[in-house]
């Protein structure tokens, strides 16, 4: 079995009707994919720890999904992004670490979320979108 992947993808956001705009428009936010190794860094489930708050001997998981490390580990650019600042300076936001500086709760979380499922895998050879 032959499978196409592609090394890197970006994520048009659906935030705040982003994903109507015009494509020269749209915000787009570049990353690679997570390797294996990667995905079992920032997406695991702990070590089972016994219940000791009740007194029981039940085990406890708790699973982990780190979003925001694994945004922070593959973007690569961010596009058409900006904020004006109490100045009326414009601030162009290129990069993830800038985007998590300033506060864009549901932006990070739904891109978090694409990251989360985000597939190399290419589906068809009509299947060109890069976007989730």
């Known amino acids: 079995m032959e499978v196409n992947v592609r090394k890197n993808g970006v994520y048009v956001p659906k935030w705040r009707g982003n994903d109507k705009l015009s494509a020269k428009d749209q915000i787009k936010i570049h990353h690679r ?3 294996s190794d990667e995905r079992d860094d920032y997406i695991y489930l702990e070590d089972a720890t016994v219940g000791q708050l009740t007194g029981g001997d039940a085990l406890n998981r708790k699973y982990v999904q780190d979003g925001k490390g694994i945004a922070k580990l593959v973007t690569t650019k961010i596009e058409n992004l900006s904020i004006k600042d109490e100045n009326g300076e414009k601030i162009n936001i290129e ?8 506060s864009f709760p549901l932006l ?7 990251l989360l ?7 068809s050879k009509n299947d060109e979108s890069p976007s989730g």
């Open 33 to 35: 994919f997570l390797t």
């Open 95 to 102: 990069d993830i670490d800038t985007l998590y500086q300033y």
């Open 108 to 114: 990070t979380a739904e891109y978090e979320m694409y």
């Open 117 to 123: 499922n985000a597939s190399q895998v290419v589906d």
